[in-house]
């Protein structure tokens, strides 16, 4: 079993939708919890990170961690054809030797149809 | 642009070579890290170095290895490669890398074909 679960999509929606990402994660270790935007033939470039549960909110994004279930999202408002784009979660734990490790999701693929 | 660049953009090379990708992190950062993504295994840390010293490992195999030198910049060094190793690989910086909230800025991949 992978410490991240994540489905790969694709998944499609209409411009205008909201859209609803979601990861599973089986290590309690992990603290900070983020998203990942990656577009295609470019590095991931993160869009939000959260500590422990709860919400947080960005513009038209907003990440919920829920760590007694294990599972992480992230919504997007009023999903525009920009947003298309492969989303990864990310989490993280500290490993031994002072820094951190971080697992990713595979990562789901968006399509916004205008 | 992140401000963190690769070379080189693509890499072309046969089973059992050897080669090494190079990073150069943004202006200032001091933590850098090295990941594998492939088609199926996704996105993967293999290391963290910060200011010179190894900080962080993950799944990284013993055929690889890496170093930061004095100026910060680093270098991934792959060897006996594997047709599996055939991968993207992205190299990204931030400030300290001491917390996981740090950003993370990803540099553009070096595109690895192993023939």
């Known amino acids: 079993q992978k410490e991240v679960e994540q489905d790969p999509g694709p998944l499609s929606v209409p411009e205008g939708a909201i859209v609803s990402l979601n990861c599973t994660y089986s290590?309690?270790?992990?603290?900070?919890f983020m998203w990942y935007r990656q577009y295609s033939r470019k590095g991931p470039e993160l869009l939000m990170y959260?500590?422990?549960?709860g919400n947080k909110e960005d513009g038209r994004f907003t990440a919920q961690v829920d760590k007694s279930s294990k599972y992480i999202s992230l919504f997007i408002r009023d999903s525009q054809p920009s947003d298309s784009a492969t989303y990864l979660c990310?989490?993280?734990?500290?490993?031994?030797?002072?820094?951190?490790?971080?697992?990713f999701g595979a990562g789901t693929r968006l399509f916004v149809k205008a | 642009d992140s401000g963190v660049t690769q070379t080189p953009k693509h890499l072309i090379t046969a089973t059992g070579q050897r080669v090494t990708l190079r990073c150069s992190p943004r202006?200032?950062?001091?933590?850098v890290y090295w990941y594998q993504q492939s088609l199926d295994q996704g996105l993967q840390f293999l290391i963290q170095?910060?200011?010179?010293?190894?900080?962080a490992k993950g799944n990284i195999l013993e055929r690889f290895s890496a170093q930061q030198f004095p100026d910060l910049h680093s270098e991934l060094n792959l060897s006996s490669l594997e047709l599996g190793d055939s991968a993207l690989y992205f190299c990204?910086?931030?400030?300290?890398?001491?917390?996981?909230?740090?950003?993370?800025?990803f540099g553009p991949g070096t595109r690895l074909l192993v023939l």
């Open positions: 959260t500590y422990s549960s």
């Open positions: 202006s200032g950062d001091l933590s």
């Open positions: 290590n309690s270790a992990f603290q900070y």
């Open positions: 990204a910086s931030s400030v300290a890398g001491v917390n996981p909230q740090e950003t993370q800025y």
């Open positions: 170095y910060y200011n010179g010293e190894e900080r």
């Open positions: 990310a989490m993280s734990a500290p490993s031994n030797t002072g820094g951190f490790k971080t697992i």
